[in-house]
């Protein structure tokens, strides 16, 4: 598929940007309490309360889930939210078939890019309270950089994907043993972006525009990426479930999913078990995520689905933001194509008359997707821990049966 839309997500653009299959709106969400943000008086009061067939259990999108799933094309966690209910909630597949330890709601999944979010969410915590500008430049708050990033890439740029850096290349084979090890290898690897185009050209999120901004938050906050995060985003959310696990609690925590790799030859392994495999597939060729001792900072970290619609939630309610930081975070920046745009570290997109907001990630052997719907007031999950399932159609068959959008609806050219 070559569409950027919501409806049609390219694959390299699905595992840089998340792909609009996970869409967002120009400001923030209503999500079954007052909102502070002012979209949600333009939807019909009636329209919040509707529950549509589709997504009860047993409904068009509890079929379609199932029946992959007994297919063997799907393993992991579906779960719909409405105004603080739970809707709908399956869990299908082994989180790890070693110990015989099915997926279920309490499992945290690999998140990938599903996790940049958060890290946006803690630099306009760090805006609000006076300590960050976005109109800084890099060179404000971190030193090593080429003149021309350190002047003249500023943090807009690196949120909104529009800084003009590109994406250096990673060491996909080493296994690394500590977390300062990851912390000191992705330091040094933000430093090697190059300028490769004019700041405020889109860049499809380069690797640099979120490597940049988790430096940020280190260097005023005084803390790791993943300490700051972990208090100030998930614990302020109730997200219990949720953390930057290490490969050692990845391979012993049964509440932790393990991803299962689909090899060149038709068979699967788990991957965090067998650190000498990686994927065959040509945009994540030989990459093994388990390689990494925690996911880099400013992306990825494991979350279950009951914590991402907590994340929703704390987002439309004030937890996190206050309203007009919250309209700055989901605000469209760029245009991507018909109803399709860029916001801060997540696309936008309008899909049957609606906004709908979110993140997508893929990596070998696991995907995630978190959708809002703010005019709605509903939340939709998807977490998979199984290389080969349609992931793409079944975000489109979650907005589908949320929306009523038919095929093509808020599609991008």
């Not at 019909?44 to 297919?71: Q, S």
């Not at 943090?155 to 250096?168: C, D, E, I, Q």
């Amino acid at each position: 598929m070559d569409s950027d839309s919501v409806r049609g997500v390219d694959r390299r653009r699905l595992l840089r940007w998340g792909g609009l299959a996970a869409g967002a709106p120009l400001v923030g969400a209503h999500l079954g309490r007052p909102s502070p943000l002012p979209a949600t008086r333009d939807a019909p009061p009636a329209a919040r309360d509707v529950i549509p067939p589709d997504t009860r259990p047993g409904g068009a999108y509890d079929r379609y889930v199932a029946k992959l799933a007994a297919e063997g094309r799907f393993s992991g966690v579906v779960l719909l939210s409405h105004r603080g209910r739970t809707v709908l909630s399956r869990g299908y597949g082994m989180a790890d078939r070693e110990k015989g330890i099915p997926n279920h709601r309490g499992v945290a999944f690999n998140l990938s890019s599903a996790g940049k979010p958060f890290g946006a969410v803690a630099v306009l915590q760090l805006v609000q309270q006076g300590k960050v500008k976005l109109s800084d430049t890099v060179g404000t708050y971190l030193t090593g950089f080429p003149k021309e990033i350190a002047e003249r890439v500023t943090v807009h740029h690196l949120l909104s994907g529009t800084s003009g850096l590109n994406s250096p290349e990673e060491d996909l084979q080493r296994v690394f043993q500590s977390r300062e090890e990851v912390h000191e290898f992705y330091e040094q690897w933000a430093r090697r972006a190059k300028q490769v185009a004019p700041p405020g050209t889109p860049t499809d999120h380069a690797g640099a525009e979120v490597a940049i901004p988790a430096l940020i938050v280190e260097a005023v906050t005084g803390r790791t990426y993943w300490d700051h995060v972990e208090e100030h985003v998930f614990r302020r959310c109730g997200m219990t479930g949720t953390a930057f696990y290490t490969r050692p609690q990845w391979l012993t925590d049964e509440h932790i999913a393990h991803s299962y790799m689909r090899q060149a030859d038709g068979g699967v392994v788990d991957a965090v078990r067998n650190l000498d495999k990686g994927s065959p597939d040509p945009y994540q060729l030989g990459k093994n995520p388990g390689r990494l001792f925690v996911d880099a900072p400013g992306d990825g970290g494991f979350a279950t689905a009951p914590d991402l619609v907590r994340f929703a939630h704390a987002l439309g309610d004030g937890t996190l933001l206050d309203r007009p930081h919250a309209e700055i975070l989901t605000g469209a920046k760029v245009p991507l194509g018909k109803d399709a745009f860029g916001a801060y570290s997540m696309p936008v997109a309008i899909v049957g008359g609606q906004w709908v907001f979110g993140r997508a990630g893929v990596n070998p052997g696991s995907f995630a997707s978190w959708n809002i719907y703010p005019y709605t007031g509903w939340v939709g999950v998807v977490l998979g821990n199984h290389d080969g399932a349609p992931f793409q159609e079944i975000i489109q068959r979650e907005i589908q049966a949320v929306t009523g959008a038919s095929p093509g609806d808020g599609e991008g050219g």
